[in-house]
């Protein structure tokens, strides 16, 4: 029997399942985000969705400082044609990091869908209408 939710720390963001295929993914105030911290990241996601394919909410405060390296890497390349995600919501809260997040996913399109929002209610909403699209897809 799985128990909701889990939760693993890395140096920069909290990771957690919250339901089944759904993880959120919040990052630290204060922290920095950088690539070996992406990468904990990944691997945090990985353990947690534990073989299935996952949605993610990703919520980054105000004001986070980030290495401008995490911003030419696609980081989900590696995983493409695994299916690990379905759909990734972005939450962020100021316009630096909305800008970051939309010229990030621009130039590194993904195989899944993405959405960068400043609302985390309206997100959560968001990625649960795409498990449901996806799921009733596959029927």
């Not at 939710?5 to 957690?16: C, F, G, L, N, V």
């Not at 295929?21 to 947690?48: P, T």
């Not at 990030?104 to 609302?119: E, G």
Request: aromatic share 8%; with cysteine.
């Amino acid at each position: 029997m799985s128990h909701f939710p889990r939760t693993i720390e890395t140096r920069i963001a909290t990771m957690s399942l919250v339901a089944p295929g759904f993880i959120e993914q919040r990052f630290r105030v204060g922290a920095r985000i950088d690539l070996a911290g992406f990468a904990e990241n990944k691997k945090a996601r990985i353990q947690l969705a534990g073989g299935t394919t996952c949605v993610m909410l990703s919520v980054i405060p105000k004001d986070m400082d980030f290495d401008v390296g995490v911003t030419t890497v696609d980081h989900f390349a590696p995983e493409r044609g695994s299916d690990t995600l379905q759909a990734l919501a972005v939450v962020v809260q100021d316009n630096m990091m909305e800008m970051v997040a939309k010229l990030f996913f621009s130039y590194f399109p993904q195989v899944f869908r993405t959405k960068v929002m400043d609302n985390e209610d309206d997100a959560r909403l968001w990625l649960q209408q795409q498990m449901e699209e996806i799921e009733s897809e596959r029927m």
